[in-house]
């Protein structure tokens, strides 16, 4: 008989999108002449920059000749796109790592999801609550123990050490959902927490293009010491709308290294070589080519462009929402920009309100964890008009 991993029967269907998609169906079957607008999930409009499109064409013109067709791409990733990220990425920030520290891979979902291959069963987890629901939905398939750590305007979303000592912590800086950061300062807190509790830090860094402000660290390599307790995840799927394309890359320091049971010294680097080597068969090589064409003068420049368009657009739903009266968080480092409910209604009540009412989509705090409830997710990823139309509308409900 099929034993199956009883966990998952603890862990329940993926509730939140599903149940926004049933609403927003529902609503749209019974209005069919009204326009719906969404500012909810997190996927990009804005369309692949030229520079990239034009590499991808180029390595597309490559596979259709037998001297230049390329096979299985290397598993960690092509030389050519591991140099650009460590120079671009890090030396530019004073952070020297080594090629073969950086594993290129479809995206950060995979990564932060599959990094739990390498980790125990018997570790202590401790993870930012609201969160991206992969951190706590992988572990809880493993059947670790979480321990959450809310993150609210009480505490100015830091959060705070676990009550118990946790060995491996998840911090996600810019935050999604809730759009704010750490300061260098309060991350070399966690760091040295690390440090001190021999734990591992899990620092998603996806939307790390979208720092405004000159104290947030992009990496938390530029705290001295991660190197010995941090792994680091990068995506460029909002850092250059490759949402569709799949490619990110996640940093596994050589000097990141544990105790077995038997008291020997191992690598987590190593660890996480031999995962991939066995379970990754690399990155496309077409999508390798884009991805390289983002560190182009040219890509930079024009990826910069898509990325202001999507700050501007947080911008506006920010001032906007806040000139309502409301209060908002995120928005500045972040596409995120996370509003405190008014008149106490819950994550779904304004759900609906502002659906059945105004025609906008957002995300529910509250399927983000339990301290996102009574808050609610708008994203800048929109296009402009409907972004200002959105908030135009948004404006008319609340200034009734
Ligand atoms: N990490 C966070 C915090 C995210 O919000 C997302 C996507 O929404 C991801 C990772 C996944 O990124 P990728 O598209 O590279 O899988």
Redesign the pocket.
Known sequence: MIKINEHYTEIGNNYLFAEVARRVREYKAAHPDKNVISLGI?DVTQPIVPAVIEAINKATAEMSKAETLRGYAPDFGYDFLVQAILKHDFLERGVQLKTSEIFVSD????D?GNIGDILGKDNYIAITDPA?P?YVDTNKMAGREIELLPCTPENDFVPSFPKKTADVIYL?YPN?PTGTVLSKDQLKKWVDYALEHKSLILF?A??EAFISQPNVPHSIYEIDGAKKCAIE?R????TAG??GM?C?YTVVPEELTTLTSKGEVISLNAMWKRRQSTKFNGTAYIVQRGAEAVYTPEGQKQIHEVIAYYKENARIIKEEIESLGITVYGGINAPYIWVKTPNNLTSWEFFDLVLNEAQIVGTPGSGFGTAGEGFFRFTAFGNRENTIEAVSRLKKLFSK
Do not use: E, I, L, P
């Open positions: 997190g995206g950060a979902k995979s932060t991206y992969v996600c999604n998603d996806a939307y995840f995506s460029f799927s909002k490759f949402t799949r990110g």
